[in-house]
């Protein structure tokens, strides 16, 4: 009698070890079947943007720092009326900040009002009348940025100012002179630059019997490439 109890409880305990251990096998391949969906549901609500890629190019800006040119415009020489001035310049980038740059013009005068109203009276030959100068000058670029043409182009610019001292030949003498005057400097690919500049050639004269500071007005265009 003792034996068959034994038997039955030791057949009811290995059932119930049985059933547990089914159990745990469930409860743990649930959070798996789960996790499996949650993630094939996240998949199909990824929505991937379409995003349209643009090729961009960089300013290709030549690493020389010299640079050389030509320009042309007008320049008023005081009592002595405006009149056609060319040159040409030389400069070295010291930095992207500064920079040195030579320049020599030239000018031919008019009459002065004096002359014009004298009826035949002339203070200067023919040979005189020709105005030249050359002299050095220490650039800063206070402004630099860039200037867009259209939606899609855009050209490094720089707006300058600019001062010096040279000399200026003219009326048979030689005068000392001071320059100071502001740029504008564009790119227009990676060696060659447009330039926009108003300059005043400052030196002393008594050619109409007083002395005085005159004031010689300069504004110019010019080309220039980089070496």
Known sequence: MESGLFVFLLRAACATALGLVMAGAVAAAEPSSTA???????????????????EIGTPRIDTEDFEVGAYAGVMSVEDFGSNAV?????????SSGFLLEATYGQTDTGKTSFELLSGGAELLDDSERTLSYYDLSFGWNVLPGEAFVGRKRAFNTALY???????????????FTAVG?????????DWLAVHADVRDHMFDSDLLGEKKTTHNIEACVGLTIFF
């Open 36 to 54: 499996s969906g949650d993630e094939a549901a996240g998949r199909q609500r990824v929505i991937e943007p379409e995003i349209e890629r643009r």
């Open 86 to 94: 060319v040159g040409v310049r030389a400069a070295y980038h010291i």
């Open 161 to 175: 100012l600019m001062a010096g001292a040279g000399s200026t030949e003219f009326a048979g003498d030689n005068h």
């Open 181 to 189: 005057g502001l740029g504008y400097r564009m790119l227009a690919n």
